[in-house]
DNA sequence: AGAGGAAACATTATCGTTAAAGTATATCGG
DNA sequence: CCGATATACTTTAACGATAATGTTTCCTCT
């Protein structure tokens, strides 16, 4: 207990090298008014014992914290999505200095909280925000206070903001195309909550798609919101019922699974009497039911790219040059 | 910009109640030697203007960072482990002024890394360790240093330490039985990592279960560190040969999903030549595959359980009395 | 009445860091 | 050779909080 090592400071520094805190500060952070002879001695000796600045000293002294936040949705879990994300920021924030801090946001709960904890402690640097709105009032506050933030999708309000972001349109309508081009006519979506800006864009790209390729909609009764089981549930009456789709578009590798499991019950085989297009969230996915036609959505490279993009943000870097869209990677060749 | 209203400070509450600011923090945390009225007098003000105290100076002070630091193994993803886990913790986290932050740790690096800088930094109070080994040196690093930490598994080495662990000897041992009950006789089981201290367990579990029902094993090829998808093809081979197992014990969703559908490949029927037993790691395999029987190894409350016995650790709670071993729940009912 | 003590506050110092302002020495132009 | 400037530091102050120590006031007891 007592004859613990305390960590190096800026005055052990000083002690050893017989200089000012000050200096030995300004050495370190490579200050025009300190000797260069001077600075490669305090680099050396803070290299050998270690000295790491402490974070409290700092975060009190500069109001940085050097530490991301992640708001998360506690309540839905899309397969892997989360895990990969964070997997992806953590790997991206390795030796940057910076922790990753994870910040729960419950669906019946006020999505501002959050946000408002952070901006009011300054727990953090800056905010990665997913499940993005066309007219998000977490963007609103936090574009207010111009705090920087990256968003997981767009928003729809001539904002501009730092995004990373999936081309869903793109993405629904080679969907749309690639199950015209096996002769499928009738087609369902299941589309995500209307509150999230990306169903506007798969709306869009579904439409076009069916217009394009001289398509009928079959409607379906099921969101995401809808519990997988009853997901599944509902796909096998619509299969069991007239007139079935004979193709069906999924945004996510659960909801993928959930049709598939329905339509077997219904006695039908995918890629028989049906094809599933699939956003791939999951790599189980594609062994599990090859059948099932999946195009990439990295959220590993997402994550990566995001984190990237915020660090920018925060080193001054205009938000204009930090928006990026990703494309689709189909993932079985067309013919198969 | 200029307009901003800085948060308040204990300067700000000393100005308004004409108090110092020492006396305004004695009041805020009950000090004796601070009047009554005062007391009620500070905490109105307080309330009033939203006080909340600094994290920095906190913590640059007293030491303590309010950060409980979970360490991450970023390679492998047990379908939905890994998010249930961060879901229960931010639902313990909750109103207790603890934020949580996330430290990547890779297969192929020093697992005392990140260990290391958190000790070193001092940017967590406690720390939450998963995938525990019998004599593992991030717990008797952080033992040493008599650092706060909990994990998920037990150790073997006569440590003592808070840890939650699901019974994974009984589960074993239960599935077996289980499947002894349906008349199978030759089981198969797919271990975990060997370094893994639950992995004894499942040994112990599982060769007792079958000296007590006389059953016979028949190996197999496949361990958890193989790829899923060599899982699946495997266990069509096996199905394929002769002498194949009529009952499979898994340890996780994603095994349990790659067994089945290698077995189904192999033009087997589960729940007709041969029996799957799992952990349920994640929600889907229930709806997905009804045939697959399992127990409920629920994440989302190991990692609340695991909160709260860290902070009560961190409070000074013996570690002796923060030990939970949880017992598996079986979904489906006997007979089905 | 004066000592002693308790009650209720205030002052000072400190955690580790950096910005701003101050100081000593060397260098240079005229 | 003298003042101006540059160089290379040091000193002071501050961020927001709390621990340790001081100070005032008033009450009690003998």
Redesign the interface.
Known sequence: ?SDEKL?PTLKTIAFMTGLSTTSVSRALSDAPDIGQETKERVRLVASQI?Y?P????L??RTGR?N?LALV?N?DD?I??????M??GI??A??DTGY??????SSHDSNPLVPIRGIL????ADGVILMRTEPDDERVRLLLEK?FPFVTHGRTNSGWTHPFYDFNNERFVYQAVEKLARRGRKRLAIIRPPRNLTYATHIAAGFDQGLRDFSLTEAILPISVDTP??EV?AAMENIMRGALPPDGVICMSA?IA??VS?GIEMAGKTVGKELDIVSKQF???LN??RPEIITADEDVHLAGREMTKALLARIRGVGAHDLQTLSHPIWRNPEGQ
């Open positions: 207990m960590p270690g790491q402490n974070r409290a000293g975060r009190l914290a530490v998360l506690v879990e397969m892997g999505f989360t895990s990969q964070i997997f953590s790997q924030l390795k922790n990753l801090s994870v910040n729960p009011q402690s300054r727990s111009d997988l089981v599944k659960s699974v959930a499991a999951s790599p189980a062994w599990m």
